[in-house]
């Protein structure tokens, strides 16, 4: 037992900090010298890791650098949104291998599965291998997943992907492993793993873009709800700034939430403020940091925000999205600033940090997760792609199911 948690726990920094020295290794795993040196004879005939070049030169010594074997699965990643579908291929180890991007038809009765496999099989082939080889594929999609029928919902902008189990066909008819997941909790996912959330455990994001979403995580594991739903705050009702004289009137229904903040909604109000602009995020940017046009935004989005943060008493809410970058710090301040108005937490507000695109990087780390359990039995649970509790199972095997 010790020397599969040895060799587990030496996957894991490879794994997380790429190839290493085996004084490096020791080091960071806490083996003598000799222990470390076995440990990598052991993973090298089991073809867990393998040798990857020397560092060092000139005059002193060349220390042989070991990592773990990339070469043993592969996955794939995908953005799907209504305008393009952008993937990405990658071996285990987190070594991009191919990218591709390509508009895919997603009205209705479109081949939405054949069309979709045919790009899969072009960014395969790009990376060196075929559709068949990918260990895992996971879509980030926006809308709700609901996991007990393998449905899509909240989805009208994409028609031809609902009305059936998109996981189960896509898997049955595609031959891979897939996942479809909300577009939102992928991003919340590249937050836990490379943004401000990594040492944050109850964390909630709102997504201001053409529409709106928002992903909440307790105890850094996603809330999705009974039937995938969770997060989907666009539906939330919240004061009309229209009908509402005072903080203290709550009209009957409410306004819903999306329809206040989304792309239009942004657009209708910074003309009533002068501001003529094509998107919510042009006029954001268009608008100085003091303009009263911000300050009625900032009001807009702090009267969701609160109602999350009554609920769940987050440690950080994070703001993303094309509008919230535009805002930057400034806007998120301001958002925090209008919501401490309206709620006893002193909850930060700040802008989700991962540059590019966020919902693919979120995507390929729960590909990531999942296909590194079944190679190297690295369990990470705080991710998508985990299948097994803590505790279970982690001895790591020798071969991928691929090989």
């Given at each position: ?32 010298k000799?222990?470390?040196a076995q ?22 010594p060349?220390?042989?650098l070991w990592?773990a ?10 953005d ?13 180890a987190?070594?991009?291998?191919a ?6 038809p997603?009205?209705?009765?479109a ?11 072009k ?10 080889d ?8 926006q809308?709700a ?6 449905l899509?919902s ?14 189960q ?6 031959g ?13 996912v590249?937050?836990m ?5 990594q ?11 053409e529409g709106?979403?928002?992903?909440v ?29 005072t ?49 009625d ?8 925000v ?11 809410v ?19 600033e ?5 709620v006893l ?7 989700a940090?991962v ?11 729960s ?22 509790p ?13 090989r």
């Amino acid at each position: 037992m010790l020397r599969e948690i040895n060799d587990r726990a030496a996957i894991e920094v490879l794994l997380r900090e790429g190839p290493l020295t085996r004084a490096e290794l020791e080091l960071a795993i806490g083996l003598s010298k000799p222990a470390t040196a076995q440990l990598l004879t052991r993973l090298e005939l089991d073809e867990l890791v393998v040798k990857a070049g020397v560092r060092g030169g000139g005059r002193g010594p060349r220390a042989q650098l070991w990592a773990a074997n990339g070469g043993l699965a592969f996955v794939a990643a995908v953005d799907l949104t209504p305008h393009v579908a952008d993937f990405v291929v990658a071996d285990v180890a987190g070594v991009v291998l191919a990218e591709y991007r390509t508009p895919l038809p997603v009205h209705a009765g479109a081949d939405v599965v054949g069309t979709f496999g045919e790009a899969l099989q072009k960014v395969a082939e790009a990376a060196g291998i075929q559709r068949e080889d990918l260990a895992h594929v996971v879509i980030g999609a926006q809308g709700a997943f609901d996991p007990r029928t393998g449905l899509l919902s909240s989805a009208p902008h994409i028609p031809g992907w609902l009305g059936f189990d998109v996981p189960q066909k896509l898997s049955d008819e595609l031959g891979v492993d897939v996942l479809i997941e909300n577009d939102v909790n992928l991003v919340a996912v590249e937050e836990m793993t490379a943004g401000l959330a990594q040492d944050v455990d109850d964390f909630v994001m709102v997504w201001l873009s053409e529409g709106v979403g928002g992903a909440v995580v307790i105890g850094r594991r996603l809330l999705r709800g009974a039937t995938g739903g969770g997060g989907e705050i666009d539906w939330m009702r919240v004061p009309d700034p229209a009908t509402v004289d005072t903080g203290d009137v709550w009209p009957e229904a409410g306004a819903r939430f999306g329809n206040l903040v989304d792309s239009p909604a942004i657009c209708r109000l910074a003309a009533a403020h002068g501001i003529e602009a094509g998107t919510g995020w042009d006029a954001v940017a268009k608008a100085g940091k003091d303009h009263p046009f911000r300050h009625d935004l900032a009001r807009r989005v702090a009267g969701g925000v609160a109602n999350l943060v009554a609920v769940a008493d987050p440690q950080l809410v994070l703001l993303c999205g094309d509008t919230s970058r535009a805002g930057g710090e400034d806007f998120a301040a301001l958002v925090q600033e209008k919501l401490h108005e309206l709620v006893l937490p002193r909850t930060p507000v700040g802008c989700a940090s991962v540059q590019g695109n966020a919902v693919r990087a979120g995507a390929l780390q729960s590909a990531l997760a999942t296909t590194r359990e079944d190679v190297f039995g690295v369990v990470t649970p705080t991710l998508l792609g985990s299948r097994r509790p803590e505790g279970g199972s982690t001895r790591p095997r020798p071969s991928s199911p691929n090989r």
